[in-house]
């Protein structure tokens, strides 16, 4: 039922982007990457990502056998879509799945840092970063 | 509505059946020493007291094992990671799962039919406060029940021929992060249960109930005072000496000790002669050391405490001060051996740290402490006098946002909770291994209930070689690696070994394999239909041997290896892509059967 609802609210949010904000699509991806190292926000969203998140959705954001993709998933999830589900969360109970999402709203580890998350698992989506920990360019 | 009704009937049969055995039920201990000493059975999870995961069983053997083949199969239903392995009681096999923590009792007579089926309702925001999937390591037997650990903290005894509850207790908070997952043991009249949640900041403990009607008796906590820990600082030794007062709580800044984890989830040993059991505690909380100043007491221990009290005799702290993430909680093998040519009541523990420690088990002097995988960097050795290890400075990461590269094992240890087998006639162990090493990053993290409270982030990849495991035969009296198996993938299942002169143990791939104890060789293999975590199990049925094992892939094995790891980092040997392990399994709990033909 969750799948369904967000699959049809992405078709929806394509459509309003086509329809009205033309410039929304050439809007600056969250991250910075020269030379293959990255800016210190999109390094602390890894670092971040490792403390709140890979316990389940595995290194550098490839999933596991218990939770998805997400590099997979933010092909599909929009920003607020992908901020929505963080802060509260979301369960798939369905077919022997088993799958919850706990809600990190009131975590601090992982809603001050939430951009930063976003910004590392978005340039690990696009293919512009690869596996493993990242370098940064703005400290040695 | 008919069935029903048969069941009933059948039900009050069985009950009247079960009190008729039970009889004066003078001892839950006797009984259930005696049943671990027929071969024709499994009747506890670590097949019997000494966790030898050994069975006299020899029908099937060298020669013959190659002639093996699955006879029945069972899907649990279930697609999460499947831990542990099922029991044989008399004509009955109990088979569990993971969430929703499913128990079943299968008819052996009547070709697995399920006689009745347990299923808890559990809330399922349990589910995401469990560490590293949703495992359960397996059910335990005693006095006519059924003991089931369900993730949600309840431990709950089920009548064995009914599947009724007996009685239901919590043992814990899910909303503070404290879950369960490992095996219940059941010593005496008690059933010892422990605690998962060293990634959120639990104060880790094991706790004694009432085998008849679930009423706690004692609590001995890790970490923290004295009358919680129940040491006595006069009589309770380190190493031979009196630990004095205050061991824990002296060790940690200020009430760090709160959140100090120390879970304790693994597996528990038993010797009836010196009225002992033996466990070992997990990681302190946070994985940032610079965090948590000091030795951070009792985590990373092995601890051997009287059953009927709960207070400690011995502890070895094998980690102080943890800095990897290296859980102490590996089974402890009880084992009569000779250790450096003298014949010793021994422990022999394979720790996640990469060490194989061999204690006396009735005074905790430490004996021998070896290396198991030559990979192993973080010390150099461990000195037996002070027990001690020898750590490498180069590997420490104490200090806060430096990324330290190329410490071996990787957080997954050298081995986790898979469980080794000892095998009497060899005299050696047989032992699952990981063969992973890692980069480790901590950070600064703040501490929320039931948040996770790591504080570390990590890079894992293929040790020196480029496979993921071994499967290994050692000599713990010696400290040597005798004979050693590739295996592409960590080899994540428990072993077995029977007088059949066979091992057994499952691959990451879905293989079980039989193997030569005396050489290691290969005898036999068979792909099962997911990734086996689970552990080998045997038993005999109507004269005839049976090998089984439950597939389906996941756990802390699942993370990572499911989704590859990165590839390996220059200068640790193979480079290049990582094969991903979803290339050769998938989900899906399976329960399998094998028997010569």
Known sequence: ?140 | MLTKRTTTRRTLLYVIGALALAGGSASANEELNKLSQDPNQWVMPTGDYANHRHSTLAQINGSNVKDLRPVWTFSTGVLRGHEGAPLVVGDIMYVHTPFPNTVFALDLNNQGKIIWKYQPTQDPNVIPVMCCDTVNRGVAYGDGKIILDQADATVVALDAKTGQVVWSVKNGDPAKGETMTSAPMVVKDKVLVGISGGEFGVQGRLTAYNLKDGKQVWKASTVGPDDQILFDPEKTTVLGKPVGKNSSVATWQGDQWKIGGGGTWGWYSYDPKLNLVYYGTGNPSTWNPHQRPGDNKWSMSIIARNPDTGVAKWVYQMTPHDEWDYDGVNEMILADIDVMGKPTKALVHFDRNGFAYTLDRETGALLVAEKYDPAVNWANKVDVKTGLPDRVAAMSTEKEDHNVKGICPAALGSKDEQPGSFDPKSGLFYVPTNHVCMDYDPFAVSYTAGQPYVGSTLSMYPGPGGNLGNFIAYDAGKGKIVWTDKEPFSVWSGALTTDGGVGFYGTLEGYLKAVDLKTGKELYSFKTPSGIIGNVMTYSHGGKQYVAVLSGVGGWAGIGMAAGLTKSTDGLGAVGAYEQLSSYTQLGGVMTVFALP
């Open chain 1, 1 to 140: 039922m969750v799948l369904r609802f967000s699959a049809r609210s992405g078709v929806a949010a394509i459509g309003f982007f086509v329809l009205c904000t033309t410039p929304a699509l050439a809007e600056d991806p969250p991250y910075t990457i020269k030379d293959g190292k990255v800016e210190i926000h999109v390094y602390n969203g890894y670092r971040r990502y490792g403390d709140g998140c890979m316990r389940c959705h595995g290194p550098d954001g490839a999933g596991s056998s218990y939770a998805p993709d997400l590099t997979a998933s933010l092909k599909r999830l929009s920003e607020d879509q992908f901020k929505e589900t963080v802060i509260n969360g979301r369960q798939n109970l369905a077919n022997g799945q088993d799958k919850v999402m706990p809600a990190f709203g009131t975590v601090p580890d992982v809603v001050n840092y939430l951009d930063d998350i976003y910004a590392y698992l978005k340039a690990r989506s696009d293919g512009k970063l690869p596996r493993g920990r990242p370098e940064r360019y703005d400290d040695n």
